[in-house]
């Protein structure tokens, strides 16, 4: 497979999507390669999850510079020594700033436990079971200067049960986003993803108007 894209993902903890990723990249679903993970998080096992698979992996102490900016300024650093040209956010537990937004424009997504914009921020799960909802989820979406708050790219839906804790609603999340954040990063390696004001188009649209499940 042709390379087209270099990712540089950001992590923060166990980096159990960064494994998703690794998992689709290596079976051929995405084209493209992690030309570099970053972490804020000396001992997150996603450091380690990296180094097994001959990925670069760096560490960069956020308590040694004296701003979220200057924080963000190394990691541009560190992406553009990488090549990088889409940066992915997985379980990433920083709030960026547009230091690091600004330099990759349309070009920085995330990924989030709730069908944004409901419970955007912290313990969206906790958020979810609160408001006694029926259905909630997992979204894709690109990073703006806001809180969760940038233009959706895909969306799954999870069933919330009345007998259901954080862990287990958490739980259930997790095996969505597993699928769909692989699948939006390919979306975007395929060039299919534009903007229309808030709007993210898929071109061409999924034939059945849904993504289908990795197998």
């Known amino acids: 497979m042709t390379v087209k894209l270099n990712i540089g993902v950001l992590v923060s903890g166990n980096g ?19 030309s570099c993970v970053i ?3 000396a ?5 380690e999850r990296a180094k097994r698979h001959n990925i670069s992996a760096f560490h960069i ?4 510079f004296p701003s979220r900016e200057a924080f963000d300024n190394e990691v541009v650093v560190l992406l553009r020594q990488h090549s990088v040209q889409l940066v992915a956010l997985a379980g990433f537990n920083r709030i960026v700033t547009p230091v690091l937004l600004d330099p990759f424009p349309e070009s920085v997504v995330n990924i989030h436990p709730a069908l944004l914009p ?7 799960q906790r958020q979810a079971l609160q408001h006694g909802v029926k259905i909630t989820g997992c979204t894709v979406h690109f990073v703006d200067r806001g809180t969760d708050s940038g233009p959706i790219i895909i969306q799954a839906a999870v069933p919330a049960y009345d007998t259901d804790t954080e862990e287990t609603l958490a739980a259930r999340i997790l095996v969505e986003e597993h699928i769909i954040y692989p699948q939006a990063i390919q979306l975007f390696a395929e060039g299919r993803l534009s903007l229309r004001g808030r709007t993210v188009i898929i071109e061409p649209p999924p034939a059945s108007g849904l993504l289908e499940a990795d197998s």
């Open 43 to 47: 001992t997150a096992y996603a450091l």
């Open 16 to 34: 159990s999507n960064l494994q998703s990723i690794i998992d689709s990249l290596e079976a051929g679903r995405i084209d493209a390669r992690i």
């Open 118 to 124: 409901a419970f955007p921020g912290r313990h969206a």
């Open 61 to 64: 102490d956020q308590r040694a």
């Open 39 to 41: 972490s804020n998080n």
